[in-house]
C-alpha cells in the first residue's frame, strides 16, 4: 500500500443505527370521525323508520332546544306532554274565543285577568284570580257569576272545534284555612272540576277532557311573589293536534266518574293556600 503524503486529509463517515420516526396520534383522529360518522348514520336510521309523533317531537326540540317558547302547565315542571302545534288551528281558536269574550257584560273587568296566549303545548287560556276571588268565592271550589259567564261563552266554541281540552286547577302558596285534611292539593283539583262541569255542561263534549289536574302552589306563575292572587288561577289547555271524532254529549254519570280524578294528583304533604 502507497504511503500517505503528508498533507493528505482523511475523512471518516460513521453511520448511527436508529429508530423510524414515531407515527403519532393522527389515527385518533380519523377514528373519532369514522365513529361520529357511524353515530350520524344509526341516528338517521332511526329516525326514518320512527313514528312520525317521534319525527315532530325531534324537529320540535331543534326549533326550540332550550324551551324558551312560552312554558305549558304541562311543561312548565315536567307534568304531561307537549305536542306538535298547528299554528292556524291556534289562531282561528283564539280569535274566536277573543271575540266571544268580548260579549260579555263585564269585560272590561275581566280582561286583565284573562289571559289567551299560544304556548308550546297548545293555546292557554288562563283565569287569574283577584285579590277578592274573581272567579272562585274565597277559600272555595263554588264559582262566581264571573266564571260561569265566561266559560259558558267559550264553551260553544271549544265545542265546535273539538279539540282535546286538559283543565289544571293552582292555588298560592298561604295555607288553607279550613279545618281536617282538605289542603290546597283538594282545592285545585276541585276548583279544576267545578270549571269541568261548567264547560262539560254548555257546549264540550265530555271525550275532549283529557285530564283534569291540581297541582296545589307547586307552579306558581309567580314564583317570587307566592302570596300574590294571580298565583290562584285555572288554567285550560287546548290541544291544537287531531280533533276528537264525534264527542259524546255531557252526562251526569260521566261526570261522576271524572269528578274526583283530579284528587289523585293530591300529595300526604299538606300544601298552602289561603
Excluded: C
Excluded at 312560552?70 to 305536542?83: A, P, W
Excluded at 286547577?169 to 276548583?191: C, I
Amino acid at each position: 500500500m502507497s504511503e500517505l503524503k503528508e498533507d493528505s486529509i482523511i475523512v471518516i463517515k460513521r453511520k448511527k443505527a436508529g429508530h423510524s420516526a414515531h407515527h403519532g396520534g393522527a389515527w385518533k383522529v380519523a377514528y373519532a370521525d369514522f365513529v361520529t360518522a357511524m353515530m350520524s348514520l344509526f341516528i338517521v336510521l332511526w329516525l326514518t323508520s320512527s313514528a312520525d309523533a317521534v319525527k315532530k317531537s325531534v324537529a320540535q326540540y331543534f326549533n326550540d332546544p332550550k324551551g324558551t317558547a312560552e312554558k305549558t302547565g304541562s311543561l312548565r315542571n315536567g307534568s304531561g306532554q307537549g305536542m306538535p302545534l298547528d299554528p292556524t288551528n291556534l289562531d282561528k281558536l283564539k280569535d274566536q274565543l277573543l271575540q266571544a269574550e268580548r260579549q260579555m257584560p263585564n269585560f272590561d273587568k275581566l280582561k286583565n285577568q284573562v289571559e289567551i296566549t299560544e304556548a308550546q303545548d297548545g293555546l292557554r287560556i288562563e283565569l287569574l284570580e283577584g285579590d277578592k276571588g274573581t272567579f272562585f268565592q274565597s277559600g272555595s271550589a263554588t264559582p262566581t257569576d264571573a266564571l260561569s259567564g265566561f266559560l259558558k261563552i267559550i264553551a260553544p266554541q271549544l265545542g265546535k272545534m273539538q279539540n282535546r281540552i286538559s283543565i289544571e286547577g293552582h292555588t298560592d302558596s298561604v295555607p288553607y284555612s279550613g279545618q281536617g285534611m282538605y289542603t290546597n292539593w283538594e282545592l285545585s283539583a276541585d276548583r279544576a272540576n267545578a270549571a269541568r262541569r261548567l264547560l262539560q255542561g254548555n257546549g264540550v263534549g265530555t271525550a275532549q277532557v283529557g285530564q283534569v289536574r291540581g297541582f296545589a302552589d307547586q307552579m306558581l306563575r309567580k314564583p317570587q311573589a307566592p302570596t300574590d292572587a294571580s298565583n290562584r288561577r285555572v288554567t285550560l289547555i287546548v290541544d291544537p293536534g287531531t280533533p276528537v271524532e264525534a264527542p259524546p254529549t255531557a252526562g251526569e254519570g260521566a261526570e261522576d266518574k271524572k269528578e274526583h280524578a283530579g284528587t289523585e294528583m293530591a300529595k300526604a304533604t299538606p300544601a298552602k293556600e289561603e
